[in-house]
């Protein structure tokens, strides 16, 4: 896979960074594209050596699950970027490249009993969840060879906040603020996590096959809030206060992903437990 040619879309983001850093030594021609419009040029044509890429890692977007709740013209946006992408490849390309998309496993199931299969119902449980049902649609139906990776919560160094996006990150820089963590919910509410470096460890592995694919990428482990909260006392030098609020109308209650399918199909396996990835993380502030 080194004489692959290979494209980052996305490639300033918090997951993108990373993909683009560890591939850098692996692969010769890599492509990076800091945004969703990097790709085009000044007259907001598609630039051709974008068709040349064997493998493109679609990391960007705009939207979050509370300003895709909040902001119905972001995601009609999103989309419309999104279809105009794919038709482009679709209609373009004479290497037949594989998209490789990153969805989301926390909106992405309609259902109510964790732990999900990638079987389950998939229609999306709030506006982003739904948003990302409708961009998986377009990329299954386009013709294009594909993975789309329904991704659990991912952390780790450099993952930004004040986006209302990513509790492990919003605590971090709550503690670094000396601000009181802010608890949305129920503590007994379950997450299922996944460092950063796992999630690029799983992309990595799966350029190195072919064939369709819809799988789940996370720890395959539910993680109460209250045992991350455990977490966090236990690692950290500072003392913090707690401040609860109501839960907000796009968190679901409880989720974690099943991820056997993903095992079976490579050799990946989650490898970064929580009290090791927020250690580093506490250690840096």
């Not at 683009?20 to 890599?30: C, E, M, P, R, V």
């Not at 630039?47 to 972001?74: F, G, H």
């Not at 649609?137 to 780790?156: C, D, E, F, P, Q």
């Not at 809030?225 to 455990?230: G, M, R, S, T």
Request: proline share 3%; glycine share 8%.
């Amino acid at each position: 896979m080194t004489s692959a040619e290979v494209s980052i879309i996305g490639s300033s983001g918090f997951i993108g960074s990373s993909l683009a850093s560890f591939l850098q030594n692996d692969f010769k021609k890599l492509q990076l594209y800091e945004s969703r419009s990097s790709y085009v040029d000044d007259f907001g044509q598609f630039k051709e050596n974008i068709v040349n890429s064997e493998i493109i890692v679609w990391c960007a977007s705009k939207v979050n699950p509370i300003s895709a709740q909040n902001n119905s013209e972001l995601v009609e946006d999103e989309i419309e970027i999104w279809k105009n992408f794919v038709k482009y490849i679709a209609r373009n390309s004479d290497k037949s490249p594989e998209l490789i998309f990153m969805s989301t496993g926390g909106c992405i199931y309609s259902g109510e009993n964790p732990p999900f299969r990638e079987d389950a119902e998939a229609n999306g449980s709030n506006v982003y969840g739904k948003m990302k049902s409708d961009m998986e649609k377009i990329l299954i139906t386009s013709g294009l060879k594909y993975k789309i990776l329904r991704v659990a919560n991912v952390y780790g160094p450099g993952q930004p906040s004040g986006r209302g996006q990513g509790v492990i990150a919003e605590w971090v820089n709550r503690i670094r603020n000396v601000e009181p963590i802010e608890i949305f919910g129920n503590l007994e509410n379950s997450r299922d996590f996944l460092h950063v470096q796992d999630l690029i460890l799983a992309i990595s592995e799966l350029m190195k096959i072919s064939g369709n694919q819809i799988l789940n990428i996370g720890s395959g482990k539910a993680t109460k809030l209250y045992e991350l909260l455990q977490i966090f006392k236990s690692l950290s030098d500072s003392k913090f206060e707690l401040k609860y609020s109501d839960a907000r109308s796009n968190d679901r209650s409880d989720y974690w992903l099943e991820i056997s399918r993903m095992q079976k199909l490579t050799n990946w396996q989650p490898k970064i437990n929580l009290e090791l990835g927020i250690s580093e993380i506490l250690n840096s502030i």
